[in-house]
């Protein structure tokens, strides 16, 4: 503790300012300051300075030196004189003084601001443990490729053993990728029930197993009745490619 005169002390100082931290990075200013008589006679000039003060003063709990030229640097004044004369009107006003006028210090603060921040956190992780859990997005299943004998097995399951070849269909996705259009497939089940309804790879051979298949083989069926309909009319049959030379 410094010897009686050493030093200048702010009034109330403990009142307003309780930390556990010796030097905190910033100072609190009540709103009751703007109220204050003592604060209402000063200038404009002077409450700056004080609030500059203030600052000054939390680094050695709202205490600050007596010593000549201390007040002039830290407060960026422009003289010893301008600063024996800003404290001679703190003095009167009774903001600052030689005597110890901080006030009680709460020695119970920093257990009661432990306290508070171990009920905030008790009350966090209650908090925390008691909200409902964040429906998950199910994983994107991960497509594996079908075996000959599982696709066999699945045609046979769906009654579709005679109007899907399991050899054309695995053939057929094996030599593209597995893949539908130009996506990755994503379900082979529903790509047999899609080879069944467009009708490809029959074990009958009534398909080729494409589009392009099918419409030169109805090409060619259609050919072959033109021919019988029209055969008196015509030297020689009309072949499939649409020409009768």
């Known amino acids: 503790m410094p010897n009686e005169g050493e030093y200048y002390y702010v009034r109330n100082w403990w009142k307003y300012q309780h930390y556990r931290n010796r030097r905190p990075p910033w100072i609190k200013v009540h709103r009751s300051v703007k109220d204050d008589p003592a604060v209402q006679k000063l200038s404009t000039s002077d ?53 110890d006028i901080r006030g009680p210090k ?38 594996e490729k079908p075996t000959m004998a599982k696709i066999s097995e699945y045609v046979l399951e769906a009654g579709m053993s005679g109007e899907v070849s399991p050899e054309s269909f695995f053939d057929y996705y094996e030599a593209n990728g597995w893949r539908v259009g130009k996506n990755p497939m994503k379900d082979w089940k529903a790509a047999v029930r899609t080879w069944k309804r467009n009708n490809y790879g029959r074990k ?36 499939p490619g649409g020409s009768d030379k």
């Open 204 to 239: 009958d051979g009534n398909s080729n197993g494409s589009g392009k298949a099918r419409t030169a083989g109805n090409r060619e069926i259609f050919a072959e009745l033109y021919n019988e309909i029209t055969e008196a009319n015509y030297a020689g049959p009309l072949r």
């Open 106 to 143: 709460p020695e119970l603060a920093s257990k009661v601001l432990e306290q508070r921040q171990r009920q905030r956190e008790r009350h966090s992780t209650e908090e925390e443990r008691t909200k409902p859990l964040r429906k998950q997005k199910p994983l994107a299943r991960v497509f």
């Open 47 to 99: 409450r700056w300075q004080l609030l500059m003060l203030w600052l000054a003063a939390s680094e050695l709990e709202g205490s600050f030196p007596s010593a000549k030229g201390w007040l002039r640097v830290s407060l960026g004044l422009a003289s010893n004189y301008q600063a024996d004369c800003l404290l001679a009107r703190l003095q009167a006003t009774g903001l600052i003084s030689k005597e």
